[in-house]
């Protein structure tokens, strides 16, 4: 049984179609990336499985059941939760505020508090910072904190919009390891991002996403290496 | 130096009510960034409503507050639910001329079934009046400080410490995100205007005891200076609103006591144009930057 099936997925803004028939598999346990460019549809179609954007068409089956008209809560209740793109920590809340809003639908106190203490290990600068307020926080923290947080919902899918935007080469490579530790200890991760070279390297499996259709499709590694992805989004075949 | 303190004390007591009505307006433009400009009608409708229950129920003081809250919150829920909600993505200019228009609805409404008689409560309060040194503090000026400082301590509670408050905030913050965390929107837009609305109830009804009078369009005022004390201390803060209130009752009742009391609003807009002038963003606004 595949955890999320995404079956030829339509959203329009206004006439404009962002996503025009997309498909995509993640199977349970697995690093699934779609990789495009700017304007590609890759936003848009995490937004759609979310439920924060309206589709046009299609459908989105997650643990077999649709959820193509759920309310995000009750998506995010059913454990499919989303790292937005540009953190979207939440300014004004300091960070123990931010984390907590995380398990904002969990009843399991002792849980909650379980997994708290997880995530200052796996993050120990927001235990540093856990007072302050999430907007004085520097931009790899607050990709750290809305990781984080989306973790305090205890996710059987993890949904990446851009973890790597605007962070340094260093952070970089951090965040990404972070993200190989999330999928061991069980959860499966889609994960959205224009540093090709860096998702392919630690993803099961590919997407390719142009213009709203995919365009390639296959085992990260072979993706890596194909010439067109090379060219199009590796910087050429150096 | 008397008659300083004791105008003072006229300030604070009219002041508290400013603030309490202020919070309303800041908390709503906050989560929802529309200025509920029915909100000093509502504050009207807690004026009538504790007018009822005193005068043909019999209430007390503190049950009679409590009806008038809880009414003002359901009236306020409802004015979202049935005039805002349906708007929520539209220009923010469509639900402001839809809050003027709900505005005139519950003024008018009320006069048509209340006529323009003003209308006088049953003595629920003893007259007693306390002497402290050179100024007099009475009964119902005690009575709207403490109400006014248990309700705030209660806000601050529920806005800072439980997991409804904190709901609000992060809505108010980025509602996208606050969707994405399983928060209904909704919910939360609909929980704020009960609170606010609670307040604005309990403020008229303050309001209505100080001055023994309730009549239909006794919100309009009231209510836009206690919007110029929002803006005053930032709209969308909620220690601004409570300062701002305070400063604008102060203010007014200084202005009344040393100038004149044809100056008395005057003075109230004379303070708006310069806070828009000299720091748009009031007394505790932020200057929203986002890190990206």
């Given at each position: 049984m595949s955890l999320l099936e995404v079956k030829d997925l339509h959203v329009h803004y206004g006439v404009i179609e962002a996503l025009k028939g997309v498909s995509i598999t993640v199977e349970p346990g697995q690093i699934v990336t779609l990789i495009g460019s700017n304007g590609a549809g890759k936003t848009s179609l995490l937004q759609a499985i979310s439920g924060i954007v309206k589709k046009t068409g299609g459908d989105i089956l997650f643990k077999d059941a649709s959820i193509y008209k759920a309310s995000p809560r009750k998506i995010v209740q059913g454990g499919l939760v989303q790292v937005p793109e540009g953190r979207h920590v939440f300014p004004g809340l300091s960070v123990y505020e931010n984390l907590m809003m995380g398990a904002y639908l969990r009843k399991d106190k002792k849980e909650i508090a379980n997994d708290l203490k997880t995530v200052y290990e796996r993050f120990p600068i927001l235990e540093k910072r856990k007072n302050q307020d999430a907007s004085t926080l520097s931009g790899g923290e607050q990709q750290m904190l809305a990781m984080g947080r989306a973790l305090m919902a205890r996710p059987e899918l993890l949904l990446l919009d851009e973890p790597s935007m605007g962070l340094a080469p260093i952070l970089v490579k951090e965040i990404f390891s972070i993200?190989?530790?999330?999928?061991?200890?069980?959860?499966?991760?889609?994960?959205?991002?224009?540093?090709?070279?860096?998702?392919?390297?630690?993803?099961?499996?590919?997407?390719?996403?142009?213009?709203?259709?995919?365009?390639?499709?296959?085992?990260?590694?072979?993706?890596?290496?194909?010439?067109?992805?090379?060219?199009?989004?590796?910087?050429?075949?150096? | 130096?008397?008659?300083?303190?004791?105008?003072?004390?006229?300030?604070?007591?009219?002041?508290?009510?400013?603030?309490?009505v202020a919070l309303g307006y800041t908390m709503v433009y906050g989560i929802i960034k529309l200025i509920n400009f029915a909100h000093g009608d509502v504050y009207m409708i807690g004026a009538y409503t504790a007018f009822f229950v005193t005068t043909y129920l019999g209430m007390g003081f503190l049950p009679a507050l409590l009806v008038c809250m809880i009414v003002c919150g359901i009236l306020?829920?409802?004015?979202?639910?049935?005039?805002?909600?349906?708007?929520?993505?539209?220009?923010?200019?469509?639900?402001?001329?839809?809050?003027?228009?709900?505005?005139?609805?519950?003024?008018?409404?009320?006069?048509?079934?209340?006529?323009?008689?003003?209308?006088?409560?049953?003595?629920?309060?003893?007259?007693?009046?306390?002497?402290?040194?050179?100024?007099?503090?009475?009964?119902?000026?005690?009575?709207?400080?403490?109400?006014?400082?248990?309700?705030?301590?209660?806000?601050?509670?529920?806005?800072?410490?439980?997991?409804?408050?904190?709901?609000?905030?992060?809505?108010?913050?980025?509602?996208?995100?606050?969707?994405?965390?399983?928060?209904?929107?909704?919910?939360?837009?609909?929980?704020?205007?009960?609170?606010?609305?609670?307040?604005?109830?309990?403020?008229?009804?303050?309001?209505?005891?100080?001055?023994?009078?309730?009549?239909?369009?006794?919100?309009?005022?009231?209510?836009?200076?206690?919007?110029?004390?929002?803006?005053?201390?930032?709209?969308?803060?909620?220690?601004?609103?409570?300062?701002?209130?305070?400063?604008?009752?102060?203010?007014?009742?200084?202005?009344?006591?040393?100038?004149?009391?044809?100056?008395?609003?005057?003075?109230?807009?004379?303070?708006?144009?310069?806070?828009?002038?000299?720091?748009?963003?009031?007394?505790?606004?932020?200057?929203?930057?986002?890190?990206?």
């Open positions: 993200i190989q530790d999330i999928q061991q200890t069980g959860t499966t991760i889609l994960l959205v991002e224009q540093n090709a070279r860096m998702a392919l390297s630690i993803a099961d499996y590919a997407y390719v996403l142009e213009t709203g259709r995919i365009a390639l499709q296959g085992p990260a590694h072979e993706l890596a290496e194909s010439e067109d992805v090379q060219n199009a989004y590796l910087g050429g075949g150096k | 130096m008397e008659q300083f303190l004791q105008q003072l004390i006229n300030g604070l007591s009219l002041g508290s009510i400013y603030a309490l306020g829920v409802l004015i979202e639910r049935i005039a805002y909600k349906p708007l929520r993505k539209a220009p923010r200019i469509t639900a402001l001329i839809t809050a003027i228009g709900v505005s005139y609805v519950i003024e008018y409404t009320t006069q048509f079934f209340m006529g323009t008689t003003t209308r006088t409560y049953p003595a629920i309060l003893p007259t007693t009046t306390w002497q402290l040194g050179p100024v007099s503090i009475s009964y119902i000026q005690m009575v709207i400080f403490s109400v006014t400082i248990v309700l705030m301590i209660l806000l601050t509670l529920i806005v800072q410490k439980t997991k409804i408050g904190r709901a609000m905030r992060a809505v108010s913050a980025d509602e996208n995100a606050a969707k994405l965390m399983g928060i209904s929107v909704d919910n939360t837009i609909s929980f704020t205007f009960l609170i606010g609305s609670a307040l604005a109830g309990a403020a008229g009804m303050l309001v209505g005891l100080y001055y023994n009078a309730a009549t239909p369009l006794m919100g309009m005022v009231p209510g836009l200076k206690a919007f110029v004390a929002a803006v005053f201390g930032g709209i969308g803060s909620i220690p601004g609103a409570l300062v701002g209130g305070l400063f604008i009752g102060i203010a007014e009742t200084l202005v009344v006591a040393y100038g004149s009391s044809l100056y008395r609003d005057a003075i109230v807009y004379a303070i708006l144009i310069l806070v828009l002038i000299i720091k748009p963003t009031g007394l505790f606004g932020k200057n929203e930057r986002e890190k990206v």
